[in-house]
């Protein structure tokens, strides 16, 4: 089982939580870079972030190794930016097409509320769900307690998930 996990930050908390994963599913990471990267520090950042997530205005990225077909499952990590998912995944996502019940997502935010971010992702990738999932809440700042474990159990949930989703695919096929 090849799973790939995809990941672009701007403030390093994606990059956190990604590292963590890719560490407990020993996968392969690949971080996403921006041509035009924002600042980090400049506070013009929420106007750009947030007007290109809304506009759905697609930052081009800098060249990536990652191919859909040389992974079974792929796991995306971003943040939120104004209830969307930040404009580089949507580059991303916009550049790659998934098979059905092959992608899980990873969302760091600062609410913890990501209904919009669905909504914009399902124009992308078919069929794409919240489960299984993490829906993290600033994991640099909060890297004890809930954040924690949810990173630590999520690797073994995610693996349970594709072998039970592989196992339910066999059973449809032989029928
Ligand atoms: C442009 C921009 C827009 C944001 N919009 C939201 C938002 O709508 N809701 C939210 O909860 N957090 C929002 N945030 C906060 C980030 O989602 C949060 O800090 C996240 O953990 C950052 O991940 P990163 O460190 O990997 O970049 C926004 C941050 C930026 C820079």
Redesign the pocket.
Known sequence: MKIAVVCY???????YAAERIAEGLKADLYPLEPVRPLDPASPM??VR??AS?LLSILPRLKPYDYRSENYDYTVLVF?????RP?APMLSFVSENTFPPDTVSLVM??????VRGCMRKLGRYIVGVKKEPGLNLV?P?DASEGTNASALIAYPKELKEHIKQAEKARRSAKAR
Do not use: D
């Open positions: 930050s701007l403030t390093g908390n994606s990059r950042r929420y972030g947030g997530a943040p939120i930016w104004a209830g930040a760091c935010s600062k609410s913890g509320h600033e640099v």
